[in-house]
């Protein structure tokens, strides 16, 4: 099976802007999870999509969105970007329904704000 | 999610096992140890998830204490492309809380020559 996929891979974006990060899950994955990691913060939880519904959220701003499309396919947005926002963004899929459901990571998407 | 404990960094030789530590003192009887590992900038990497019991896989081996309190990851042969940051993560079973990790600092190993 095809792991999981995000795109793009490199972003530059300057501040007040906006940005959209894809995630392509592993082939039957319903839940999809999104990451953001920075040197200060580490790894800190988004939110979580299951079935086109949010079913996790952390405890970030509004600024930051998700969805997820009915073939399980999820974009995440940042509006009006920081230069705190720069990190590593990582997408996680899981098949979303059993107990010990593991996650499995994408590359990550790397954020640079200017 | 319970909170884990573990040494910011630890060295090993290649060839020999890597025993990473793992305390996790207030875990609850729903919750699960899984452990995963990120190379270098690289998306984190599962290795290997347990209850109560012992786990063994390709990976690793997974030791956990009988009252579970703490647990211990073995690398049996370390490698160099096992240099990594391992985080050791306690996590609440799906149908109760969903998707969710919650990662501490991790141990950085370095697997030396």
């Known amino acids: 099976k095809a792991g999981v996929t995000q795109t793009p891979r490199y972003l530059i974006k300057t501040r007040g802007q906006q940005v959209t990060l894809s995630c392509s899950p592993i082939?039957?994955?319903?839940?999809v999870s999104w990451y953001q990691q920075t040197p200060g913060q580490g790894l800190q939880f988004l939110f979580e999509?299951?079935?086109?519904?949010?079913?996790n959220k952390g405890n970030f701003p509004g600024r930051f969105s998700g969805r997820q499309f009915s073939n399980s396919r999820s974009e995440m947005n940042v509006s009006t970007l920081e230069l705190g926002d720069s990190a590593l963004y990582l997408c996680a899929s899981a098949g979303g329904t059993d107990d010990t459901d593991t996650q499995y990571f994408g590359p990550g998407t790397r954020l640079t704000v200017l | 999610d319970a909170k884990t404990t573990q040494p910011t960094s630890m060295d090993c030789a290649e060839g020999r096992a890597a025993n990473l530590p793992c305390n996790h003192s207030?875990?609850?009887?729903?919750?699960?140890v899984y452990w995963y590992r990120q190379i270098h900038s690289q998306g984190p990497q599962y290795i290997i998830h347990?209850?109560?019991n012992n786990e063994t896989n390709e990976m690793a081996s997974l030791i956990i204490t009988e009252d579970r309190k703490s647990s211990t990851l073995i690398l049996p042969h370390a490698t160099l492309r096992d240099t990594a940051v391992y985080y050791c993560i306690v996590r609440v079973e799906v149908k109760a809380a969903g998707n969710k990790l919650t990662f501490g600092g991790g141990t950085r190993v370095l697997v030396k020559p």
């Open positions: 347990g209850l109560k």
């Open positions: 207030t875990i609850s009887g729903n919750e699960y």
């Open positions: 999509y299951f079935s086109e519904t949010q079913r």
């Open positions: 082939s039957g994955h319903r839940s």
